[in-house]
């Protein structure tokens, strides 16, 4: 089959993936191929047991894999073989050297635009997909455009919006689809070759195009802003325990203000997540590297608030325990970082796992999804852990149950049923709020809410 476009992503992660099969699914006139330096990753691509877990995803590389959608791990040949390339590597936190510990370690995405340059042999246009420290576009340019030959690469910027859980909607029915490029001739015809690709299914007005710069930017600040409103919501919420006001009803009268909205208002545990502290961190190193303290502190704060969080939690459990979790069994329900997802990655279990294991606690983890990763991410720390598919067997004999997942499955379990089988005084830690705790309480539990007063038979 002749295909009109073709189409290569080198990075088959969690973005790269699913957003590789959207447009797929929406472009059967195009191919695709994804690649990565993961070969284990990529036979997971093209296996039954896909290497992550999101809603949707199965059905829609089902439908296009084989077809127009194809798995590589030739990167060699992927970038031979394609015009257009989405670069989608991972960008941590660099944990060495100059900036550890804040900036973005950007060496996949250097490694990938060498790779880039050695094997085109035609012009391409490059998509920088990851999240990526303004600026960087132009070292990007420059690692490209250092051999002056008949090749020339046309640089983009277009960030991905995605939320794990939701991946599959948020891809098909996207808020905004943001496009950066270059204001030269060549530049503005790479913007409207992407543009093309996504008015296949999205519409033309949520298309929208800036300056490179300013896409780059718009990117980190948008998952800033989202993580300040949690952060925002949190805070608050350990006022509420001190005035006993309820955390849920002063965001909802916030949250109706049409100029302050009610999404992202729900106090938790913490956010948790592969990228809301990677990019803050970014944030603030650029805004210190370019002399802005003042700016760097104000989104700093939103990272410490978040920590605070997590061990106000702890605190909580400990000192309502009789300041002792020493041989004390207590139940996790929940390992990711969020609902509808495996991942957990910066999930606030893995900090509270650990700080509960430091109290000497016996820990036993349950998850619908998030138990593989559970268990390497606690590989190789002290104590004693164990993991647990079914809540109600989880439970069994434990002091307490902290709630550290929204799963919907937690909101409907027969808490009569696991209160009978738990140890008393059973106690019961709700870090996401998604519990009646009136019924809990009116079972016998003493319930700890966030941001709203305890009920407790004390
Ligand atoms: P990920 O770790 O799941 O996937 C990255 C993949 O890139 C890995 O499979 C890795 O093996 C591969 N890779 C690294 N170097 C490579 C190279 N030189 N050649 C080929 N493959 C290489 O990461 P992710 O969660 O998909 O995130 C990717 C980027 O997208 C990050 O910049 C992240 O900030 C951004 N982002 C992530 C999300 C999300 O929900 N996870 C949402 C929006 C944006
Ligand atoms: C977030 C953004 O929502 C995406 O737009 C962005 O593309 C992505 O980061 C990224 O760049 O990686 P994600 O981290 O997948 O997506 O999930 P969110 O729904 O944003 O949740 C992040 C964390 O905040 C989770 O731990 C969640 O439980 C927590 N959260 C969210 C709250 O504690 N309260 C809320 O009201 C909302």
């Known amino acids: 089959m002749i295909f009109e476009k073709k189409i290569l992503c080198i990075g088959a992660g969690y973005v790269g993936g699913p957003t590789m099969a959207m447009i797929a699914y929406k472009c059967p006139q195009y191919r695709i191929t994804v690649v990565d330096i993961n070969p284990t990753r990529i036979s997971e691509w093209n296996s039954d047991e896909l290497p992550i877990y999101e809603p949707g995803l199965d059905e829609i ?85 250092y051999k002056s030959n008949s090749i020339s690469f046309d640089v983009l910027s277009n960030p991905e919006f995605l939320a794990e859980g939701t991946a599959m909607n948020d891809l098909e029915n996207p808020d905004r689809i943001l496009i950066g490029s270059r204001e030269t001739q060549s530049g503005m015809d790479a913007r409207k070759t992407l543009v093309e690709i996504y008015a296949n299914w999205v519409p033309r007005e949520k298309i929208i195009t800036s300056n490179i710069w300013s896409s ?75 002399g802005l303290s003042e700016v760097a502190d104000y989104w700093e704060s939103v990272i410490r608030i978040n920590q605070y969080q997590q061990e106000r939690f702890i605190w909580s459990m400990l000192t309502t325990m009789f300041n002792t979790l020493a041989d004390k069994k207590i139940c996790l329900f929940g390992f990711a970082f969020k609902a509808n997802t495996g991942d957990t990655r910066e999930s606030p279990a893995i900090f509270i796992a650990r700080r509960l294991l430091e109290e000497k606690a016996e820990i036993i983890i349950t998850d619908p999804k998030a138990l593989r990763n559970a268990r390497a991410d606690l590989a190789g720390v002290e104590g004693k852990v164990s993991f647990e598919g079914d809540p109600y067997r989880a439970a069994e004999k434990c002091h307490a149950i902290a709630v550290l997942t929204e799963w919907d499955i937690y909101r409907n379990l027969d808490f009569q049923k696991i209160y009978d ?19 809990c309480f009116d079972i016998g539990f003493n319930v700890y809410p966030i941001g709203k007063p305890p009920l407790t038979h004390f």
Not at 135 to 143: D, G, P, R, S
Not at 423 to 429: D, G, I, N, Q, W
Request: net charge positive.
């Open 421 to 439: 089988t738990m140890t008393k005084p059973a106690s019961l830690f709700d870090g996401r709020n998604i519990l009646d705790h009136k019924r």
């Open 216 to 290: 780059e930017l718009s990117k980190i600040v948008s998952n800033a802003f989202l993580a300040q409103r949690i952060s925002s919501i949190n805070a608050i919420s350990a006022l509420c325990e001190k005035t006993d006001a309820d955390i849920t009803e002063v965001a909802k009268a916030v949250g109706m203000d049409s100029r302050i909205g009610s999404k992202f208002l729900n106090a938790s545990v913490g956010f948790g997540g592969s990228c809301f502290k990677k990019d803050i961190l970014n944030l603030v190193y650029l805004c210190r590297h370019y």
């Open 61 to 145: 590389v089902r439908a296009t894999r084989g077809k127009n959608l194809f798995f590589i791990n030739n990167i060699e040949a992927g970038i031979k073989d394609n015009d257009i390339i989405f670069v989608s590597v991972n960008t941590p936190t660099k944990t060495f050297g100059v900036g550890s510990g804040m900036a973005a370690d950007l060496q996949y995405w250097e490694k990938t635009a060498r790779q880039i340059l050695q094997y085109s042999e035609s012009s391409k246009i490059v998509i920088e997909k990851s999240t990526l420290p303004v600026k960087t576009a132009l070292a990007m340019e420059n690692i490209l455009n």
